[in-house]
């Protein structure tokens, strides 16, 4: 009985689970990439790739989703072009143990994947930049759609050469051929594909060392050579603290960092090259509101967790996003220090809380769940995790985990198996309640801040809503500019005059941003706002002084003139769209202030910009017919949550 029951199952799970890496076993690949019009967005090339069969087979597939041509030679010799839209299919009679060669040409004009940026704007900043993760990399490369499948990728690109071109791994070799240079990259361990990357722009760059000698280069585009120290502060620290923290050496041949234009997300981490947004190409100013320091840990961390150990399927996906999180928020504490990393950790539980109370908690281990519980639920998670093992279990079981399953696919109990070998303790209550329940234990969470953190017991007694009076007592004695800030914003707009007495810039831009009417006793100190070094206080404060204080406001756009704010030009579009309704404000400028304001809306410009002046041109119904024909292209942006905002306000346009 128990062994018919036995085969019975391995048969079912032979059907309803047989995947190709059960029976091959591809190994390496080596692309030839080039370009065919770049207007029509077309890549073309060969790609190479050696494998191995397992068990005998009568065929084989390469993902190649939608591309327009595809065939293929086997061996130097069988040819073939059998391709179902979706698949390369290669029929042969593979036997067990023989090895083969399967070369693929191909072309491909890709939807997703692989985007072409400002080709058809002279004055715009033309790129091409793949995301592979959540798209699928074979639209534009034949490869493997599944993770579970680890390929050696060497890749080599042929481009204009006035452009740099990056990809993973090591640049091993550069030749010259007229006006074009191939780029030949070269790695030396195997990835799953959606983390393949190339990145082509007009760069330069910096290269610093790790502890380990591994070289770190960091890209920034060649005129924003002053923001290229606000955005990459700290990198080598980052890299060092990460290394030693997780205790395994850094897996990759170095690690380049590319910032690219109306990228989908903050950052991907690609294998050795992660690609992020340059909305975090910040100045030294900004750095305050919108640095680059999480986004950097936690893409670096991913290398570790995502790219070297990868989960089998969305079920383990918070192996990959809790532990990116974790790690980036204990670099952000090596970086900030306690108070600031003590702060995040209960933001995150707050985060956790709003989306509880929606009704919307899941399961860590629920393929289905938010970004909010993949990566603050798994981050909460470890944390829990470490208290209860001790930090040198928890280390040693990372360590172990690592190391065991290193270049391949994890599962939840592989990681678990290790942390309880290395504690000597039984973990299943822990998965029970952290991993596999839906509930969210946040009195559990509540009591891990207070039982660590010093300052949270009397914080987290308070209740602003209920007694006013207690929360500004409490800012009399409190020295944490985080706490403050929070109680501050609670608060609501019911502060005195003594709140201005506190110092930090988080403190006073809480003020800026919940303080709407301004009681004429505080004009000053709110006036004051303006002068700090921070956009998004400066942002804040214009707008509450020039609304609340109307006879003043040509003094208000004077103090401000000329400042840009963040990479999305905040203060400088909130200040156009105000000279514009202030009365009387430089008439002889109007029409000057009026078309640059329009011209934000061009496409050379991210869409975060972009963004920002359909935005207030909307607001204040001037959305013009050069306006109005940008808006309809950006409607059809690739950044799905730019094109949605876009064909809303279209709507609104229409009505
Ligand atoms: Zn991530």
């Given at each position: 009985?128990?062994?018919?029951?036995?085969?019975?199952?391995?048969?079912?799970?032979?059907?309803?689970?047989?995947?190709?890496t059960?029976?091959?076993?591809?190994?390496?690949?080596?692309a030839?990439?080039?370009?065919?019009?770049?207007l029509?967005?077309?890549?073309?090339?060969?790609i190479?790739?050696?494998?191995?069969?397992?068990?005998?087979?009568?065929?084989?597939?390469?993902?190649?989703k939608?591309?327009?041509d595809?065939?293929?030679?086997?061996?130097?010799?069988?040819?073939?072009?059998?391709?179902?839209?979706?698949?390369?299919i290669?029929?042969h009679?593979f036997?067990?143990?023989?090895?083969?060669?399967?070369?693929i040409?191909?072309?491909?004009?890709?939807?997703?994947?692989?985007?072409?940026?400002?080709?058809?704007?002279i004055?715009?900043?033309?790129q091409?930049?793949?995301?592979?993760?959540?798209?699928?990399?074979?639209?534009?490369?034949?490869?493997?759609?599944d993770?579970?499948?680890?390929?050696?990728f060497?890749?080599?690109?042929t481009?204009?050469?006035?452009?740099?071109?990056?990809?993973?791994?090591?640049?091993?070799?550069?030749?010259?051929?007229?006006?074009?240079?191939?780029?030949?990259?070269?790695?030396?361990?195997?990835?799953?594909s959606?983390?393949?990357?190339?990145?082509?722009?007009?760069y330069?760059?910096?290269?610093?060392y790790?502890?380990?000698?591994?070289?770190?280069d960091?890209?920034y585009?060649?005129?924003?050579?002053?923001?290229?120290?606000?955005?990459?502060?700290?990198?080598k620290?980052?890299?060092?603290?990460?290394?030693?923290e997780?205790?395994?050496?850094?897996?990759?041949e170095?690690?380049?960092?590319?910032?690219?234009?109306d990228?989908l997300?903050?950052?991907?981490?690609n294998?050795?090259?992660t690609?992020?947004?340059?909305?975090?190409?910040?100045?030294?100013v900004a750095?305050?509101?919108?640095?680059?320091?999480?986004?950097n840990?936690?893409?670096?961390?991913?290398?570790?967790?995502?790219?070297?150990?990868?989960?089998?399927?969305?079920?383990?996906?918070?192996?990959q996003?809790?532990?990116?999180?974790?790690?980036?928020?204990?670099?952000?504490?090596?970086?900030f220090?306690d108070?600031?990393y003590?702060?995040?950790?209960?933001?995150?539980?707050?985060e956790?809380?709003?989306?509880?109370?929606?009704?919307?908690s899941?399961a860590?281990?629920?393929?289905?769940?938010?970004?909010?519980?993949?990566?603050?639920?798994?981050?909460?998670?470890?944390?829990?995790?470490?208290?209860?093992?001790?930090?040198a279990?928890?280390?040693?079981?990372?360590k172990?985990?690592l190391?065991k399953?290193?270049f391949?696919?994890?599962?939840?109990?592989?990681?678990?198996?290790?942390?309880?070998?290395?504690?000597?303790?039984?973990?299943?209550?822990f998965?029970?309640t952290?991993l596999?329940s839906?509930?969210y234990?946040?009195?559990?969470?509540?009591?891990?801040?207070i039982?660590?953190?010093?300052?949270?017991?009397?914080?987290?007694?308070?209740?602003?809503?209920?007694?006013k009076?207690?929360?500004?007592?409490?800012?009399?004695?409190s020295?944490?500019?985080?706490?403050n800030a929070?109680?501050?914003?609670?608060?609501?707009?019911?502060i005195?005059?003594?709140?201005f007495?506190?110092?930090?810039?988080k403190?006073?831009?809480?003020?800026?941003?919940s303080?709407?009417?301004?009681?004429?006793?505080?004009?000053?100190?709110?006036e004051?706002?303006?002068?700090?070094?921070?956009?998004?206080?400066?942002?804040?404060?214009?707008?509450?002084?020039?609304?609340n204080?109307?006879n003043?406001?040509?003094?208000?756009?004077?103090?401000?003139?000329?400042?840009?704010?963040?990479?999305?030009?905040?203060?400088r579009?909130?200040?156009?769209?105000?000279?514009?309704?202030?009365?009387d404000?430089?008439?002889?400028?109007n029409?000057?202030?009026?078309?640059e304001?329009?011209?934000?809306?061009?496409?050379?410009?991210?869409?975060e910009?972009?963004?920002?002046?359909?935005?207030?041109?909307?607001?204040?119904q001037?959305?013009?017919?050069?306006?109005?024909?940008n808006?309809?292209?950006?409607?059809?942006?690739?950044?799905w949550?730019?094109?949605?905002?876009?064909?809303?306000?279209?709507?609104?346009?229409?009505?």
């Amino acid at each position: 009985m128990y062994r018919i029951l036995l085969s019975f199952f391995l048969f079912f799970s032979c059907l309803t689970q047989a995947q190709q890496t059960d029976y091959v076993d591809f190994k390496k690949a080596t692309a030839n990439i080039s370009f065919g019009d770049l207007l029509s967005k077309e890549v073309k090339g060969t790609i190479t790739y050696e494998f191995e069969i397992l068990r005998d087979v009568d065929s084989v597939f390469v993902d190649a989703k939608r591309v327009k041509d595809i065939s293929y030679v086997l061996d130097d010799e069988f040819k073939g072009q059998k391709y179902n839209g979706e698949q390369l299919i290669v029929k042969h009679k593979f036997k067990a143990n023989s090895k083969h060669k399967l070369v693929i040409t191909w072309r491909s004009m890709p939807e997703k994947a692989l985007y072409f940026i400002d080709w058809e704007y002279i004055a715009g900043n033309r790129q091409i930049w793949t995301q592979g993760q959540g798209k699928y990399t074979s639209s534009w490369m034949p490869s493997f759609d599944d993770m579970n499948e680890k390929v050696i990728f060497n890749l080599n690109i042929t481009f204009d050469k006035s452009y740099e071109v990056i990809a993973n791994g090591n640049l091993v070799d550069k030749s010259v051929n007229g006006d074009n240079v191939t780029w030949h990259y070269a790695m030396k361990k195997p990835m799953s594909s959606y983390l393949v990357a190339l990145a082509i722009g007009r760069y330069s760059k910096k290269t610093a060392y790790s502890q380990n000698g591994v070289f770190l280069d960091m890209y920034y585009y060649p005129a924003d050579s002053d923001k290229f120290e606000p955005t990459y502060r700290y990198t080598k620290q980052i890299f060092d603290f990460l290394e030693n923290e997780i205790g395994v050496r850094y897996p990759w041949e170095n690690y380049k960092q590319i910032p690219v234009k109306d990228f989908l997300y903050a950052g991907m981490e690609n294998t050795s090259a992660t690609i992020f947004s340059d909305a975090f190409l910040i100045d030294k100013v900004a750095f305050v509101d919108k640095n680059y320091v999480n986004v950097n840990a936690h893409e670096l961390a991913h290398q570790w967790f995502g790219d070297l150990v990868t989960e089998t399927s969305g079920t383990h996906h918070w192996l990959q996003e809790g532990f990116a999180t974790y790690y980036a928020l204990l670099a952000e504490r090596d970086v900030f220090g306690d108070a600031y990393y003590q702060y995040r950790l209960y933001e995150y539980a707050q985060e956790l809380l709003d989306q509880d109370r929606a009704g919307a908690s899941t399961a860590l281990l629920n393929p289905k769940s938010s970004s909010t519980t993949f990566y603050k639920k798994g981050a909460w998670a470890l944390t829990i995790l470490r208290e209860q093992v001790g930090d040198a279990a928890f280390k040693l079981g990372v360590k172990n985990y690592l190391r065991k399953h290193q270049f391949k696919n994890v599962e939840t109990d592989d990681f678990i198996r290790e942390v309880e070998k290395t504690s000597g303790k039984n973990l299943s209550e822990f998965v029970e309640t952290w991993l596999k329940s839906d509930v969210y234990h946040y009195q559990l969470i509540e009591a891990y801040l207070i039982r660590n953190f010093k300052d949270y017991k009397a914080f987290l007694k308070l209740n602003c809503e209920q007694s006013k009076s207690k929360c500004q007592d409490y800012l009399k004695s409190s020295n944490n500019p985080f706490i403050n800030a929070e109680v501050i914003r609670l608060l609501q707009g019911n502060i005195t005059k003594s709140v201005f007495k506190l110092k930090t810039i988080k403190e006073r831009q809480a003020i800026a941003q919940s303080l709407y009417n301004i009681p004429s006793e505080l004009k000053s100190d709110y006036e004051s706002l303006l002068q700090d070094e921070s956009y998004e206080t400066i942002e804040a404060a214009l707008f509450s002084l020039w609304q609340n204080f109307p006879n003043d406001n040509k003094l208000y756009l004077k103090q401000t003139k000329g400042i840009q704010g963040f990479n999305d030009k905040n203060v400088r579009i909130l200040w156009l769209t105000l000279a514009l309704i202030t009365e009387d404000f430089e008439p002889e400028n109007n029409a000057r202030y009026f078309e640059e304001l329009t011209d934000y809306t061009n496409p050379i410009y991210g869409f975060e910009i972009r963004q920002k002046a359909f935005a207030y041109l909307n607001q204040i119904q001037a959305c013009n017919e050069k306006c109005k024909t940008n808006l309809k292209q950006a409607a059809m942006h690739h950044n799905w949550q730019f094109s949605k905002f876009a064909k809303q306000l279209l709507k609104v346009e229409q009505n």
